[in-house]
């Protein structure tokens, strides 16, 4: 398996504008999580879903921040309108079905606000 | 409030020796325990995990003990490698429902390891 594919591993943007963030999850895995790693924060939980259905978005940290997994082997995180303080790298996780902790995380897609 | 803490931000070992890793935590819901490795401009890899049934769980040269009187985990690696040398985070989770279930973790702030020849 090609592991969890991130796209782009790199996006540069202007503040105000719309940042589409893609996640391909490992064929088979029901869970899928976004974290958000900063030098302040770590790395942080923003949401996850399981088959496709978001279970806890209690990590996402404004209205400008949504999420969708339309299939199995699709998610985005989008945030509109970007500011600077969003610079930071997302990673996106998939793990297998229930009783399985251990999760497997894509390269990540590093995110510059300007 | 960080409920995963690990408070070496950096740890140099030379090769050939113990390199151990400490991470303490505040939740006592927490049941699961992970370690993961970060190289740069990569994921976390997962390398090692442990429930709170447990209080040792080794593969090969990486062993976690937990101690959860203390709310304390410690990963050994021995002996440290030159290919060792990377960040790595403690991480924690809880079931949150009955029959279990795959939960979001919540990292520490990680540890960086270097091991000098």
């Known amino acids: 398996d090609a592991g969890v594919i991130q796209s782009p591993r790199h996006e540069v943007t202007e503040m105000g504008q719309e940042v589409t963030l893609r996640c391909k999850p490992i064929?088979?895995?029901?869970?899928l999580f976004w974290y958000r790693q900063t030098m302040m924060r770590g790395l942080e939980l923003l949401i996850y879903?399981?088959?496709?259905?978001?279970?806890?978005d209690s990590g996402m940290p404004e209205d400008r921040f949504s999420a969708k997994m339309p299939n199995a082997s699709f998610s985005t995180l989008k945030i509109q309108p970007s500011e600077p303080r969003d610079s930071a790298v997302y990673f996106c996780?998939?793990?297998?079905?229930?009783?399985?902790?251990?999760?497997?995380f894509g390269p990540g897609t590093r995110l510059t606000v300007t | 409030d960080q409920q995963v803490k690990q408070n070496s931000p950096s740890l140099s070992v030379q090769e050939g020796r113990i390199s151990i890793l400490n991470c303490d935590y505040t939740?006592?819901?927490?049941?699961?325990f992970l370690w993961y490795k970060k190289y740069p401009a990569e994921g976390p890899t997962f390398l090692i995990s442990?429930?709170?049934?447990?209080d040792k769980n080794e593969d090969g040269r990486f062993t976690v003990f937990l101690n959860k009187s203390a709310k304390h985990l410690s990963l050994h690696i021995v002996p440290s490698q030159p290919g060792d040398s990377a960040v790595y985070f403690c991480?924690?989770?809880?079931?949150?429902?009955?029959?279990?279930?795959?939960?979001?973790?919540?990292f520490g702030k990680g540890t960086h390891l270097i091991i000098q020849p």
């Open positions: 996780a998939s793990s297998l079905h229930i009783g399985s902790h251990e999760q497997y």
């Open positions: 991480a924690a989770t809880y079931t949150m429902y009955s029959g279990g279930g795959a939960d979001g973790l919540t």
């Open positions: 939740n006592s819901m927490f049941d699961y």
């Open positions: 064929s088979g895995h029901d869970y």
């Open positions: 442990i429930s709170s049934i447990k």
């Open positions: 879903f399981n088959n496709n259905v978001p279970i806890d």
